[in-house]
């Protein structure tokens, strides 16, 4: 189990940067792969990014893929989203949360009911 808390968030115009951090407690961070979604009001919980338990693959969704990147540090127990070129339609809740490694696949990673854990989200608000 790792219990997760988000930061990072917060509001910054179209085009600038900002970079979330999701911390874990628990000693077994680095078995899991790690993702990050966003849920938006009235919409569903979206895929945003992946990165398996080492940090040598990683996924995106097209919609981030070129501005967004995801990166882990197993010794900080800490996952990060750098997110550059904001646009206003990247305002959102970001939630990360730990997928099972063995889960780390095109068919799952995607889908939020595959992660077990996940912390409690931070707000990011892009002004156009």
């Known amino acids: 189990q790792v219990q997760l808390v988000e930061s990072g968030g917060g509001l910054v115009q179209a085009g600038g940067s900002l970079r979330l951090s999701c911390a874990a407690s628990?000693?077994?961070?680095?078995?899991?792969?790690m993702g990050w979604f966003r849920q938006a009001p009235g919409n569903e919980r979206e895929f945003v990014a992946a990165i398996n338990w080492s940090g040598g693959t990683t996924f995106y969704a097209d919609s981030v893929k070129g501005r967004f990147t995801i990166s882990r540090d197993n010794g900080k127990k800490t996952v990060y989203l750098q997110m550059n070129r904001l646009k206003a339609e990247d305002t959102a809740l970001y939630y990360c949360?730990?997928?099972?490694?063995?889960?780390?696949?095109?068919?799952?990673?995607?889908?939020?009911?595959?992660?077990?854990?996940w912390g409690q989200g931070t707000q990011v608000t892009v002004s156009s």
């Open positions: 628990g000693r077994t961070f680095s078995n899991y792969a």
């Open positions: 949360a730990s997928l099972p490694q063995g889960a780390f696949a095109i068919a799952t990673m995607k889908v939020p009911d595959e992660y077990t854990n």
